[in-house]
């Protein structure tokens, strides 16, 4: 059963988050907003919920277990523990993330129009080669 829950709004709730994702548990793996909303549909008075995070999200989550001192748990978390709870095999691919910095850009077009990624203008300190 899947659950969503509503954006963390305070600090001790994100900080709990980022304990929970860094923290090794196989009960925790990465998901991402891959269903952008525009600009517009974005700040509106009944905006839409949630980040657009799918095209640097792998290098967001690298930089926060970086900072949580568990990179050595990143590669279960965004590719393992996701498949095994799901009972499914584990991707045969690879990813390659590089140490070194990449600028989010400000707006990336989208169908609907402007979208603005999360990290927007920001310089991350991983790249996905």
């Not at 967001?60 to 996701?82: C, K, T």
């Not at 910095?101 to 990336?108: A, S």
Request: aromatic share 10%; net charge neutral; glycine share 10%.
């Amino acid at each position: 059963m899947l659950i969503a829950f509503p954006v963390a709004k305070r600090e001790a709730h994100r900080q709990a988050i980022r304990r929970a994702a860094t923290s090794g548990s196989p009960k925790f793996f990465l998901g991402t907003d891959s269903a952008p909303h525009s600009q517009e549909r974005k700040e509106s008075g009944c905006g839409c919920a949630g980040i657009f995070n799918a095209p640097f999200a792998l290098e967001s989550y690298a930089q926060v277990f970086e900072e949580e001192g568990a990179l050595d748990r990143l590669e279960a978390f965004a590719s393992e523990n996701g498949a095994r709870f799901y009972g499914l095999p584990l991707n045969a691919g690879t990813v390659t993330l590089e140490r070194t910095e990449v600028t989010v850009p400000e707006r990336l077009p989208g169908a609907g129009g402007t979208i603005v990624p999360f990290h927007a203008g920001e310089t991350l300190r991983w790249r996905r080669v």
